[in-house]
């Protein structure tokens, strides 16, 4: 008899067949990662497992990688014993937090296996690093937070709309202020009506003006002027193109400055240049004076301006260009014979306006001021004597050694650069050109340029 061959051997292994075809299946379906390879135990402690259930699925973005193996309480916690696939890497730095699977409470675990350099976390050890919330008791609690909130506010609003309103708080104060803006507008509207009508008026006829402006057809009007305008700035645009393009490609003494990089390099050499040489020139201190003198001989103004620069505090130099209306003084000798008696001979003296040039050097000793070069287009030289801290000067000057020419002269310091003058000029008398004066000048400083020019509106 074959054994292989009976019923009742058959119908056991399809039995085993389907049993194991089962078993094979459901270990297919389950989350469980211990049923069909390794897994790691892990564990950690909420506040509360409510909503969750044992073997329920532990995700990771969204997708499963366990199941809950266990729910215990530790230490008035609830402990979570979880079980995870071996691949998911979970590091020491891992955390767990419970979402929330829809409103009807049902809550899972989301599992963050941790940064990557960071070490392994042991086999079946606990996970410190836990996010609470995001429950349905969360979001009652904070709607009813809300609603608290809501309620307090309505209330406010209630108080300062009703009646004459409130002071109590700020909305209220609001409301009332609102009230006094309105019924003050509503006030001067209702006293300048007249006016505010006339404004109005003024208004509708500036805009009827704009628009028979803008829509004027003529040949002179604005379409037309606007149209021109366009046109030209298309071909501007077009000339614009042109010279970037040829600029790009290195054409012309632009484009070679751009795209050749010895060309470069030179001016970077001589910008360094032209820094140092701006550095020094900062640390130099520079000047600009004028001057006005009444001649009383002459009955005009000896005006002057000039530049002083100072390299130093011992010393400077001075360019000025002088205006003299006594400049050049003629004479003329007129012979007559009155009737009946002798000859007579009568001078008359003409001055001419002319344009010197002053160019000297000055070295200062203490209080004094020794000056040599150029004065009104001849030699000589000055001393100046500085007194009171050096407001008060007196000076002297010669120059024109053929016809020697002294002048003395007092000058004093006043404030913000203004100053007063007063002296005697050709004291010998060699031109016939002595006369006293009176006048007054400015003496600006860079500093003081530097100050005009920041506070300049231009």
Known sequence: MNFLKLPEFKVGMLVVAIGGLIAFMSMQVSDDPSLLGRAKKAWFLMPTAQGLVKGSAIKSAGIPVGVIKDISLQDGKARIDVTIKDDIGLKRSAAVGMKANGILGDKSIEVYPGDE???????GGQIVNVKTGGGLDDVMTQVSDLAGNLKEITKNLKEATAGDGTDKHILGRIVINIEKITRDLSQVTGDNKE????IVDQVNEITGTINELVNDDSPEGFKSTWKKTMVRLDSSMKNIDEITTKIN????????????EQTGEDIS???????GLVDSANKISTGIDFNSNYL??????????????QPGLDRFYYLGIITDP??????????????????QVEEIKTDKN??????????NFFDWTLRGGLIEDTGGFGIDYHMFDRKLTTSIEAYDFKDLQLRAMLTYRMFYGIYLTGGYSDILDKKGANSAFLGAGLFLTNDDLKLLLTKSPF
């Open 249 to 260: 490609k290195g054409e012309g003494a632009i484009g070679k400055l751009i795209s050749d």
């Open 117 to 123: 350099g960071d070490p392994e976390l042991e086999d």
């Open 354 to 363: 002319k344009t010197k040039l002053s160019l000297f050097f000055g070295k």
């Open 269 to 275: 050499t001589a910008i360094e240049g032209i820094s």
């Open 296 to 309: 009383g001989s002459v009955g005009s103004a000896k005006t002057a301006i000039g530049i002083t620069i």
């Open 326 to 343: 006594a400049g050049v003084v003629d004479r003329t000798l007129i012979e007559y014979n009155p009737p009946g008696s002798s000859s």
């Open 195 to 198: 006016q505010i009508k006339e």
